[in-house]
Each structure stands twice: as C-alpha cells, then as structure tokens.
C-alpha cells in the first residue's frame, strides 16, 4: 500500500485547499509512518509506528455493540446508540499498532490522545480508506470517485 500512499501525497500536494494536515498525514504515510503522542508530561510517549488495519465484520459488530447504553426514559428502558462512540470504537479498533503498543487501542489509550493526534489518526484512516476505495474502484474497472477534499 505503500505506493498507493505515495500517489495519494502527491495528489495532496496538488490539490487546492487541501488542509496542510491531511497532507502532512499524506506524506508520513507515504514514508511508512504517522506521529502521536500519547500522554502528556512525564508519561508522555512519542510513536512514529503507527500500523493501521482494515476493519473486520466483527470489528464493525463489536462496535455497535460497545456504542449501544441503556438509558431510563418516561416510557421505560430504552436501547440508545451513539454514533460518534460507533466511530471511536471503530478507530480504536483499527491500530494494529502504535509504537510498542500492540493493538486494538483500548478507549483509554484512545482517549491520552491529545485532539491534535486524535484528528491526525482519523486523517489517516480515512485516507487509508480513500486509497483502498481508489484501490478497489481500478480493480472493478469503474472510475475512481473518491475526492481529496473533504
């Protein structure tokens, strides 16, 4: 995937508008890395191995799952899903990964991400999804309709 990676930096770089962080991310990945930190003071940990894997079906179910909480309303129990902890659950689940941490991230390492390093990680998975969308689209023989811009 690694030249995947390299046509999507290059096409970053040539695209206006493109936010200076997707193509920072870009180009990390292109080298084979991606920069976080986790922690901050004296447990603060550098990480330039960052190994990001695609998504199982149990991974997506076990998701969902983690994201549903029973709640009490006027009307009794009530199941509740929260798509945003759907996508932390996802994201968490995709680190393979992170320095000398073996992955899936637990919510807790997810959560000693600064906001910086939290919005880097989805930049990569999502672009880690674009060049497998652009993959996947040149093997179908179809156009490839995924857009830099976000």
Do not use: C
Request: glycine share 10%; no cysteine.
């Amino acid at each position: 995937m690694t030249d995947s990676m390299e046509t999507l930096a290059t096409a970053a770089h040539e695209v206006e508008g493109v936010s200076p962080d997707i193509t920072s991310v870009a180009d990390e990945l292109a080298r084979g890395q991606l920069g976080l930190v986790t922690g901050s003071g004296d447990d603060e940990q550098r990480h330039t191995d960052v190994t990001l894997r695609p998504l199982t079906g149990k991974d997506i179910i076990d998701a969902e799952l983690a994201a549903e909480r029973v709640v009490q309303t006027a009307n009794g129990s009530e199941l509740v899903r929260s798509p945003a902890m759907v996508e932390f659950e996802l994201l968490r689940r995709q680190v393979a990964w992170l320095g000398n941490l073996n992955g899936p991230l637990s919510l807790l390492q997810l959560k000693s991400l600064s906001a910086r390093y939290i919005e880097r990680l989805i930049i990569a998975q999502r672009l880690g999804g674009s060049v497998l969308a652009g993959q996947l689209a040149a093997d179908s023989g179809r156009l490839d309709a995924v857009s830099g811009k976000h």
